[in-house]
């Protein structure tokens, strides 16, 4: 991990400078780019670029509609092309090379619950069939709601019960094309016993234990030791039991899957092949299959680098989609089976781009911020004197290395010396200013070196600030804390600005784990960000990027944070600014989340009332200063969960 230094960028800023050290261009998907104004800029659907969005003019409106900050803006344009973008993509590849099957995708849900994406994916999905896929027994009541594309597939992962069972089959009476997956072989048993006690026939798929594993986090998804599907014998012995029972018209679907965010394309390929011969295999034995899932995977490039790193992808989704048509065709032909119909259950690419979190800058922690003066004292310790002399004679010294040496030694014996009550505390705050005074002037020195030590590199860290940000890590960005998943983090303006500030961001959650302090950064993965100084009276927003895949439905409750407030966007070419806010969704109230809690708000409030009014009896509160307090009280329980900054309350 590197730690780059500011004053290494270049010294004639520009917006080219600004595109290399951001890489907005890179992780954007065509949708983000930095404007000639310093400003990020949203293209929401590529094929019509003339319609261009200021981020600025986007803040601006939700602040005029008095929207608190943090919130979530949703780009719902971006939603609907990534839908359009991955089926044209099919039907180009299936085309081109006379593949006989069709796609029919599906969208899993547990990628992105909220209604108002899923009702956005299925709207845009409904010309090209697009379906859904349901993982449990809510998401399956809300495919059942929500799948209205005619002749579309919702596929049924998971493990199930009784009643999911029925479920399926209530989708098959109204005429919906449920596929059911068996992940292990009682789920058949009880399948069948219940499509035939209810006398409705099932679409039935089997999920395949294959030896092929993707390359990431998310790699142990596949091989012999998968949580889901079956073993070859398995799958066998389903297809047999089908037959025996007069239902082996009712096997449709093979279904493999090798991991979330596939970063190398050669797990795809490997995959694929070994799907298509099972598939292959139980066509000659007499089970005529008429689709097969390839599951999810497709990833999402987060740290622009186009790699096999963990948050990146060494492939487009046109390669992507390439190599399953081509792959499964040409397995296909040399086994002389039909090509099946293809499915894929691609979440992440889909969602990732559409959705932003936006944050204000509320303040800055930094160890060397604030010091004391350092003048010579009569009688001081020759510790600090030491120090001093490093520091007024830093020019002078030849050998810097030796000034990084003495100094950190004598900051370590300042403080034993403390422990020992042969340093005061003064002393102590003197030798602690003063070290970091060396510290600052040996970054300064080797910022134009060709070699700097390894000490000092890593000093940058040190020495950069914490940007305080007005949201909590744990609900708006929890794989980032959870399994170091990059993701993309830029200011929103002033990009036509040479940053000037080194820092990490740390969020506004008691927990020392509250923090980001990984970035995609100049090609590089960086401990450090480069951002602008914050300037008095002005608001400083950055935006954490790629977060609509799982970052949006996967936040907790940590320390009572709750849901962001969000705000969807449409674009409008009649628009003078090329969009309009369609609607906003309130986040968590302080009363919702203590709800959640098994808290009484209406009961605390009446007993802080109480409380009150006591003290107002014994004289110790006015009458008019306790109504005051109350409401207050009563407010802030039905008020939002996040600080309330002078920009908010500008907005009201």
């Not at 008095?66 to 044209?88: E, K, S, W, Y």
């Not at 959870?482 to 500030?501: F, G, H, K, S, Y």
Request: net charge negative.
């Amino acid at each position: 991990m590197t730690s780059p230094n500011i004053t290494q960028l270049a010294k004639d800023w520009s917006i080219e400078e600004a595109e290399k050290l951001y890489g907005v261009s890179r992780w954007g998907g065509g949708y983000f780019c930095v404007g000639d104004n310093g400003n990020l800029h949203i293209t929401p659907d590529t094929s019509n670029p003339d319609v261009h969005i200021d981020f600025k003019t986007v803040l601006a409106e939700i602040q005029q509609a008095g929207v608190q900050f943090p919130v979530v803006v949703r780009f719902h344009d971006i939603l609907r092309a990534q839908v359009v973008r991955l089926n044209t993509a099919f039907a180009d590849a299936i085309s081109e090379c006379g593949y006989q099957g069709e796609y029919r995708g599906v969208y899993p849900i547990k990628v992105n619950q909220m209604r108002e994406v899923v009702e956005e994916i299925v709207h845009a999905g409904k010309p090209f069939k697009y379906g859904l896929e349901a993982g449990s027994k809510a998401e399956l009541l809300a495919a059942l709601a929500m799948n209205t594309n005619e002749d579309s597939l919702t596929v049924l992962n998971g493990y199930k019960d009784e009643e999911f069972m029925r479920l399926a089959l209530l989708g098959r009476k109204l005429g919906n094309r449920m596929l059911v997956v068996v992940e292990k072989y009682s789920e058949l048993l009880l399948l069948v016993k219940i499509a035939k006690e209810l006398n409705i026939e099932p679409m039935i798929g089997v999920r395949a234990k294959i030896t092929a594993k993707g390359k990431g986090k998310w790699e142990s998804s596949g091989g012999d030791r998968a949580k889901f599907g079956l073993t070859i014998a398995e799958i066998i012995n389903t297809a047999r039991y089908l037959k025996s029972e007069g239902m082996e018209h009712c096997l449709k679907l093979l279904h493999f899957h090798i991991g979330s965010q596939l970063t190398d394309i050669r797990s795809v390929k490997d995959a694929i092949n070994e799907g298509a011969m099972i598939y292959a295999e139980l066509h000659k034995m007499g089970f005529p299959l008429e689709y097969v899932d390839v599951g999810g995977g497709l990833g999402i490039d987060y740290d622009g680098s186009a790699s096999t790193n963990d948050s990146s992808r060494n492939y487009s989704m046109q390669e992507y989609v390439s190599n399953i048509v081509n792959g499964m065709k040409e397995v296909c032909d040399l086994e002389q089976v039909p090509h099946p119909n293809l499915v894929s259950e691609s979440g992440r690419a889909i969602t990732a781009h559409h959705s932003c979190v936006v944050t204000q800058i509320v303040g800055e922690i930094r160890s060397n911020m604030t010091g004391v003066d350092t003048a010579a004292n009569e009688g001081e310790h020759i510790i600090v004197s030491n120090m001093r002399d490093i520091s007024a004679g830093f020019d002078q010294i030849e050998n810097k290395q030796q000034a990084y040496n003495d100094a950190s030694l004598y900051k370590e014996q300042a403080m034993e010396a403390f422990k020992l009550r042969v340093l005061s505390l003064e002393e102590l705050a003197k030798t602690e200013t003063l070290y970091w005074q060396i510290m600052e002037q040996l970054q300064a020195h080797y910022a134009d070196e060709e070699y700097v030590p390894d000490e000092i590199q890593n000093m940058a860290f040190s020495l950069s600030s914490q940007y305080l940000c007005n949201f909590s890590i744990f609900q708006s960005a929890a794989d980032t804390w959870a399994i170091d998943q990059l993701l993309p983090v830029v200011p929103l303006t002033r990009m036509n600005e040479r940053p000037q500030v080194n820092c990490s961001l740390a969020d506004i959650t008691c927990d020392s784990d509250g923090k980001i302090d990984q970035f995609p950064i100049a090609r590089e993965i960086s401990n450090i960000l480069p951002l602008h100084k914050l300037n008095a009276g002005e608001p400083y927003f950055i935006g954490l990027f790629l977060t609509g895949a799982y970052q949006d439905v996967m936040g907790d409750m940590h320390n009572l944070f709750g849901r962001l407030n969000e705000v969807h966007i449409f674009s409008d070419d009649d628009d003078p600014e090329d969009f309009y806010i369609e609607e906003v969704v309130n986040g968590s109230s302080v009363k919702d989340v203590l709800s959640i809690m098994q808290y009484n708000p209406q009961a605390m409030a009446s007993d802080v009332k109480r409380m009150i009014d006591k003290q107002v009896a014994a004289g110790k509160i006015k009458p008019r200063e306790g109504v005051r307090w109350t409401d207050f009280y009563e407010a802030c329980i039905n008020g939002y969960t996040y600080l309330k900054t002078s920009e908010n309350k500008a907005a009201e």
